[in-house]
Each structure stands twice: as structure tokens, then as C-alpha cells.
């Protein structure tokens, strides 16, 4: 299994930016994906997930309105767009996966402890 989050870098305050996550050696479909973020000296945090099908989506409610995830099953890739970013939204954002990591019909995640596949993480700077 193998993850690459791209698309971070430094934006202003009411900004965007796309993150993208190109997914191989799974049947990307048929897992979930997770979009997780580190702060400095703070705990990783859930932020968004999509199910496998790409019907069911989860918000944290820090980002709820402002983000939006996604998913391209025939390009295997995941995307997050946020838009009115916030300098708290300053992190290093990773997405993850696992085998048993799911998001029900009712939009609920799985914990982190589900998702045992992790890229490498992409910075975003959230700063004027």
C-alpha cells in the first residue's frame, strides 16, 4: 500500500488549496480514505473521510463548510479542497487508509487507530 499527499504550501488567510492523494498496491475502491492533520506540539487529528464508493463523507467540525473531500476511482486519487483557510489550519496533512477503516451511511468515521496506511504528508502554512 502506498500513499503520496501533494498540494500543500503556504497560502493567506481566506485562501485555498487542493490537496491531492495518489493511491497504489490496493484496490483503492473498496477502502475508505482518511485526511488527517498535525499541528506543532498537538495531537494528529481526524479532519475528513470518504468511503470507498465516495457516498458517505465525514467533517470534523472544524472544518465542516469550509473543506471538501473527494475521491476519483479510475485515477485511484483522493482530493481535499479547503477553502477559507484559517492560520489554525496550519499543519502537516496526511492521508491513510486500512482495510478496516469505513464511513457508514450515517457519515461516521472510523477511529484513527483503523487507518494503519499512511503517506508522508504534505504541509500547509496558513499565514499572511
Not at 465516495?54 to 469550509?66: A, C, H, P, Q, W
Not at 484513527?112 to 499512511?118: T, V
Request: charged share 15%.
Amino acid at each position: 500500500v502506498q500513499l503520496q499527499a501533494s498540494g500543500g504550501g503556504l497560502v493567506q488567510p481566506g485562501g485555498s488549496l487542493r490537496l491531492s492523494c495518489a493511491a497504489s498496491g490496493f484496490t483503492f475502491r473498496d477502502n475508505a480514505i482518511g485526511w488527517f492533520r498535525q499541528a506543532p506540539g498537538k495531537e494528529r487529528e481526524g479532519v475528513s473521510c470518504i468511503s470507498g464508493s465516495g457516498r458517505s463523507t465525514y467533517y470534523s467540525d472544524s472544518v465542516k463548510g469550509r473543506f471538501t473531500i473527494s475521491r476519483n476511482n479510475v485515477n485511484n486519487t483522493s482530493f481535499l479542497q479547503m477553502t477559507s483557510l484559517k492560520p489554525e489550519d496550519t499543519a502537516v496533512y496526511y492521508c491513510a487508509t486500512g482495510s478496516m477503516a469505513v464511513v457508514n451511511y450515517y457519515g461516521v468515521c472510523s477511529p484513527i487507530e483503523e487507518f494503519d496506511s499512511w503517506g508522508q504528508g504534505t504541509l500547509v502554512t496558513v499565514s499572511s
